[in-house]
C-alpha cells in the first residue's frame, strides 16, 4: 500500500488523521467535499485537497473517515471506479456489521477502532495524563479484515496504528466481535451505566449532599471499585459492599439485561446508528 486516499480530511476525525498520517510511508491524497472545510484543511493544515475521482482511482487504500449513516452510501457511490485490490478501511464497524457496504469481492474491508486511553493510565505528563481521548497518551486498538487477503491484514493494520497513534497493542477480532465492543459494551451499557451514575450523583445533591463532597466520593469510590473488579489492584469488597449488591442488583438491573449483547440487538443497535431516521 502505497498512496492513500482520505476522505472526510476536513471533519474533526479527519483531521487528526491527516495530522497523523504526516510523514508516513504513505503517500496520502486528502478529499474533502464541503468547500469550508477544504478551505480550513488548506490553511490550518498546509494541506491541498484533491479531487474525489482523481484519489480514488489511483488509491491503493481508501481511508473513510465520515459518520456511519454516510458509509454505505459513500462507499455505494466509488466503488465501482477503485481498482482491483484496493483496501478499504472503516473506523467503525456499524455500517459494515449492518450489511451497508457494497458487495465487491475484489477489494477488501478492513475496520479497526481505538479503545481510548485506559482510566488507569500513569503518564509522566501532565499533557498525557490529561489526553482521555487518545493520540497524546497511549492507547490500544482494535482491528479486523471483513474480507480480502490475509496479507492486506499488516498492511492495512499499519496505517490503522499510524492514525491512532501512540499505540500500545492491536487486537485483532472480528467485524461481529468488533460490534460487541461498539456500540454494545462502550456504549449501549458502559455510556448508560456511567449517565446512570451520573444521575445518581445528581440524586444525592439534590437531597442535599453539598456537590463538592459527591462528586468527590463517586469519583474516589468508582476508582477502587474498578480497580478491585478489573484487577488493576488486590483485594475484594466489602461484606457490607457485596451485601449492598446482592440487595441492588434486582432492583435496578432486570434479568436479562446482558441480552443486549446477544447477536439479534446488537444488529439492530447498529442498523439503527446507519439509519437513524428509521
Given at each position: 500500500m502505497e498512496k492513500i486516499a482520505l476522505l472526510g480530511a476536513?471533519?474533526?476525525?479527519?483531521?487528526?488523521?491527516?495530522l497523523n498520517l504526516k510523514g508516513g510511508p504513505w503517500q496520502v491524497d486528502h478529499v474533502e467535499v464541503n468547500p469550508d472545510a477544504r478551505a480550513r484543511v488548506e490553511k490550518d493544515l498546509g494541506i491541498t485537497c484533491v479531487?474525489?475521482?482523481?484519489?480514488?482511482?489511483?488509491?491503493?487504500?481508501?481511508?473513510?473517515?465520515?459518520?456511519?449513516?454516510?458509509?454505505?452510501?459513500?462507499?455505494?457511490?466509488?466503488?465501482?471506479?477503485?481498482?482491483?485490490?484496493?483496501?478499504?478501511?472503516?473506523?467503525?464497524?456499524?455500517?459494515?456489521h449492518a450489511g451497508?457496504?457494497?458487495?465487491?469481492?475484489?477489494?477488501?474491508?478492513?475496520?479497526?477502532?481505538?479503545?481510548?486511553?485506559?482510566?488507569?493510565?500513569?503518564?509522566?505528563?501532565?499533557?498525557?495524563?490529561?489526553?482521555?481521548?487518545?493520540?497524546?497518551?497511549?492507547?490500544?486498538?482494535?482491528?479486523?479484515?471483513?474480507?480480502?487477503?490475509?496479507?492486506?491484514?499488516?498492511?492495512?493494520?499499519?496505517?490503522?496504528?499510524?492514525?491512532?497513534?501512540?499505540?500500545?497493542?492491536?487486537?485483532?477480532?472480528?467485524?461481529?466481535q468488533m460490534a460487541i465492543l461498539e456500540p454494545g459494551l462502550s456504549e449501549t451499557i458502559g455510556a448508560t451505566l456511567v449517565t446512570a451514575l451520573r444521575q445518581a450523583t445528581d440524586a444525592a445533591v439534590a437531597k442535599g449532599v453539598p456537590k463538592g463532597a459527591a462528586w468527590d466520593f463517586m469519583l474516589g469510590h468508582l476508582g477502587i471499585e474498578l480497580a478491585l473488579l478489573f484487577e488493576q489492584y488486590p483485594g475484594q469488597f466489602s461484606d457490607g459492599a457485596k451485601l449492598a449488591i446482592a440487595?441492588?442488583?434486582?432492583?435496578?438491573?432486570?434479568d436479562d439485561w446482558l441480552s443486549v449483547l446477544e447477536p439479534d440487538a446488537i444488529t439492530e443497535s447498529v442498523k439503527d446508528i446507519c439509519n437513524p431516521a428509521r
Open positions: 476536513g471533519g474533526k476525525m479527519g483531521r487528526r488523521l491527516a479531487p474525489a475521482d482523481n484519489a480514488l482511482a489511483a488509491a491503493d487504500g481508501i481511508l473513510m473517515a465520515v459518520p456511519d449513516a454516510l458509509i454505505g452510501k459513500i462507499a455505494k457511490g466509488f466503488i465501482e471506479r477503485v481498482k482491483p485490490g484496493c483496501a478499504i478501511v472503516m473506523l467503525d464497524a456499524a455500517a459494515p451497508e457496504l457494497p458487495k465487491r469481492d475484489d477489494v477488501t474491508y478492513f475496520i479497526s477502532h481505538p479503545c481510548h486511553p485506559s482510566i488507569f493510565k500513569h503518564e509522566p505528563t501532565a499533557e498525557r495524563h490529561a489526553d482521555f481521548f487518545g493520540g497524546i497518551a497511549p492507547q490500544a486498538i482494535v482491528c479486523a479484515l471483513m474480507q480480502g487477503p490475509e496479507e492486506h491484514y499488516a498492511q492495512c493494520e499499519a496505517v490503522a496504528k499510524a492514525i491512532y497513534a501512540p499505540v500500545t497493542v492491536s487486537h485483532r477480532v472480528t467485524v461481529e440487595k441492588a442488583m434486582p432492583r435496578l438491573f432486570r
